[in-house]
């Protein structure tokens, strides 16, 4: 059953006439007349009494009125529901953030962009970054704000995918302070005797960043992991009750590394690595809310993205 059919049989009940019916509903009589046989046939008895001088309901076509009124009353008010729903989630802003920078960064951030969002909500979504992700590629989200440095794997550039830096950071690795203020655990270490390390798990993207770094340039250091998170804010407070050395957005600990600060810096300079953050938006056409808050990032950047 059709939901046009129930409209040209109330069409049909208004004029009683299957020509005017037919006109009203912008279609010619002939077929206009196969639809109210369809729609007898579904019902499974005549609605309309043909064989009187003037068209008339037969008593199941006076029993079904009401409910065909009802249905597309019903179905009337759904469509003005969605439609009224899909404009209001038009409307809203939704990002993913990793976890350091949705507490670090994301707030401060934002109200710098207030004429650009306007009234319209915000959602932020906090996650590690393989699921930040994922979720990007489910199309859950418009933007996603993240670490990024050249030597590790970006997942989510190429032909489906553009990237805005907003600006930097820098992983430090610090570890708790000695009473002197120097680190319990400076750099490298030994064969012999390695530094607890307090590692990122496979999930986060700062652990990424990390491993591919190491892997390159870095020099060559001593660990031994002794406890492992997705999450920088766990590896720091393992790291000011002395467990070992952590690689911490400087965002994060830098207070931590003032002189009466809880932490130390574990290496010189040269063992710091630099992170962009970036924004990261699909290159497939978002809502127009979307779209103008893209336009607001560009042109406070400069207008260049990858």
Same mark, same amino acid.
């Given at each position: ?118 009234? =319209?909500?915000? *959602? +932020?979504?906090? !996650?590690?970054? $393989? ?6 590629? %489910? &199309? @859950? #989200?418009? /933007? ?17 995918? =553009?990237?805005? *830096? +907003?600006?930097? !950071?820098?992983? $430090? ?6 009473? %002197? &203020? @120097? #680190?319990? /655990? ?37 660990? @031994?992991?002794? /406890? ?79």
């Amino acid at each position: 059953m059709e939901a046009a059919w129930l409209e040209d049989f109330l069409a049909l009940v208004d004029c009683m006439n299957f020509s005017r019916a037919a006109e009203r509903r912008n279609i010619t009589q002939p077929a206009f007349s196969r639809r109210i046989r369809a729609l007898e046939a579904w019902v499974g008895a005549p609605l309309i009494d043909r064989d009187t001088h003037r068209l008339a309901l037969t008593p199941a076509g006076q029993a079904f009125l009401p409910a065909a009124e009802q249905a597309l009353h019903a179905l009337r008010r759904g469509r003005s529901a969605a439609s009224a729903a899909a404009e209001e989630g038009a409307g809203e802003l939704t990002f993913l953030a990793t976890h350091a920078l949705s507490l670090t960064f994301f707030p401060q951030w934002l109200r710098a962009y207030e004429e650009a969002v306007g009234e =319209r909500p915000v *959602r +932020l979504m906090a !996650d590690n970054m $393989v699921a930040c992700e994922r979720q990007m590629l %489910d &199309g @859950r #989200a418009h /933007f996603l704000l993240c670490h990024h440095n050249p030597a590790a794997d970006l997942r989510l550039g190429g032909a489906a995918f =553009r990237t805005l *830096r +907003l600006g930097g !950071d820098v992983l $430090v690795p610090v570890c708790g302070r000695a009473d %002197d &203020g @120097r #680190a319990l /655990f400076p750099l490298p270490g030994s064969e012999a005797a390695p530094l607890p390390y307090l590692a990122y798990s496979a999930e986060s993207g700062m652990g990424r960043i990390v491993a591919a770094v190491r892997a390159q340039d870095a020099p060559h250091a001593f660990l @031994r992991p002794v /406890f492992t998170s997705h999450l920088s804010t766990a590896l720091v407070a393992q790291a000011r009750v002395g467990r070992g050395i952590a690689f911490a957005p400087l965002s994060l600990v830098e207070s931590d590394l003032a002189p009466d600060g809880r932490l130390a810096r574990a290496g010189d300079p040269s063992t710091d690595i630099p992170m962009d953050i970036l924004l990261v938006r699909p290159r497939a056409r978002m809502t127009p809310a979307a779209e103008r808050f893209w336009d607001a990032a560009l042109a406070r950047s400069g207008g260049v993205s990858a």
